[in-house]
């Protein structure tokens, strides 16, 4: 089976879970403050706060700025569940938006009037996804928001190393990352608060840890958030190792972009770098679930990511979270993503090729 994901681990990561288990202590201690300190410096970032998950990086990044009971965040109708489950469990309520046609992130600024509609006197934030490692139009999105007194917290749990006019995700405002088994790097679980605002810092490290502002004092309601030193061990080798594996991601998805037929192939727009967190197409006509199917038969992982809508999820539509946004209907029919990690060797891409372009699901839908 060619899989959709498969998380790289060499003799470096060995090694450093190795020491970490004989150094002694487990728990947060020294090696998640260097993977923190190196994360940091990475991306360009004043401070970064590592945390048990990408949810909870994205939780705890909005508290941190204070968004919590009675407040409304936007977040993209197509995603994740976690990127609007982490602002019901900040205590706030998602409104969703539509998304774009080409990148599919959220879209504010292609119908204003729609856009404004969503924005009441209670909206306090939007979670802005960087969906499958292409980075949302950060220009446009600090243009809506800074019009209407808007905080932004990203969600760049997909878009580990991916830029926006030529700015590493992370290196201003608030982000999120995830280092999930399936991620562009992995410590198992685990995540990561990137912020340029040293207040935000300071209460993401807090509410990490029960809340407490000195050693056992706890000020605000929260959790167990913390990162295991096993954890920040991987995570530094992994980091090492990121920037080769997204060229090697870019690679692989311009190599299927030039081969494949019949379905429409992922777009980079100009001031993007796309990291291929997934290499996503789409096959129109209806035809999408025949060939996921074709191409499982082939021994070929294809998932669509994501076949329903946030407002189409039982627990929004409980709560009355929904409304109609017709370019992410479609999108939740039509995408398909194909595996592209940097395991994949030559033969399995040509594998891909071959089953997509031979597809008899296709035959018939437009080619192109
Ligand atoms: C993976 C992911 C998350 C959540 O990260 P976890 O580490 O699994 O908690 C949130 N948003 C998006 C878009 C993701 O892909």
């Known amino acids: 089976m060619i899989r959709i994901a498969q998380p790289l681990i060499g003799d470096e990561e060995e090694q450093a879970v190795l020491a970490a288990l004989r150094s002694g202590r487990l728990a947060q201690g020294p090696r998640v403050a260097e993977f923190e300190e190196a994360f940091a410096e990475h991306f360009g970032a004043r401070h970064a706060v590592a945390v048990s998950s990408g949810t909870a990086a994205l939780v705890i990044a909005l508290q941190a700025h204070g968004i919590g009971d009675g407040d409304e965040v936007l977040v993209p109708a197509f995603t994740f569940a976690a990127s609007a489950n982490a602002v019901l469990l900040a205590g706030a309520r998602p409104v969703l938006a539509d998304v774009r046609e080409d990148d599919y992130t959220i879209d504010l600024t292609g119908d204003i009037a729609r856009a404004e509609a969503a924005v009441t006197p209670r909206t306090r934030a939007i979670v802005p996804?960087?969906?499958?490692g292409h980075p949302c139009d950060m220009t446009a999105l600090r243009g809506f928001a800074e019009a209407r007194d808007l905080l932004i917290v990203e969600d760049a749990c997909q878009a580990i190393g991916a830029?926006?006019?030529?700015?590493?995700?992370g290196s201003r405002g608030t982000a999120c990352f995830s280092f999930y088994a399936t991620k562009s790097m992995t410590t198992g679980e685990g995540g990561m608060v990137v912020t340029d605002d040293g207040r935000v810092a300071?209460?993401?490290?807090?509410?990490?840890?029960?809340?407490?502002e000195t050693r056992y004092v706890t000020s605000l309601l929260s959790g167990n958030f913390r990162m295991t030193e096993i954890a920040a061990?991987?995570?530094?080798?992994?980091l090492r190792k990121l920037d080769r594996w997204n060229e090697r991601r870019r690679a692989n998805a311009a190599w299927l972009s030039e081969r494949l037929a019949g379905v429409v192939t992922p777009q980079e727009r100009p001031d993007a770098r796309h990291v291929y967190q997934q290499y996503?197409?789409?096959?129109?006509?209806?035809a999408r679930n025949?060939?996921?199917?074709?191409?499982?038969s082939q021994g070929i992982e294809a998932i669509p990511y994501y076949e329903r809508c946030l407002h189409h999820q039982p627990l929004y539509q409980k709560l009355g979270i929904g409304g109609s946004f017709p370019v992410a209907e479609?999108?939740?029919?039509?995408v398909l993503s194909l595996p592209i990690h940097p395991a994949l060797a030559q033969s399995d891409l040509e594998a891909i090729a071959a089953a997509v372009?031979?597809?008899r699901a296709l035959s018939g839908a437009s080619r192109g």
């Open 290 to 296: 025949a060939l996921r199917d074709s191409l499982r």
């Open 129 to 132: 996804v960087h969906l499958f």
């Open 233 to 238: 061990a991987l995570g530094l080798a992994q």
């Open 280 to 286: 996503t197409v789409r096959v129109p006509g209806g």
């Open 163 to 169: 830029s926006w006019r030529g700015a590493t995700i």
């Open 357 to 359: 372009n031979g597809a």
């Open 202 to 212: 300071e209460q993401a490290r807090i509410l990490r840890n029960q809340g407490e």
């Open 330 to 334: 479609r999108a939740a029919q039509e």
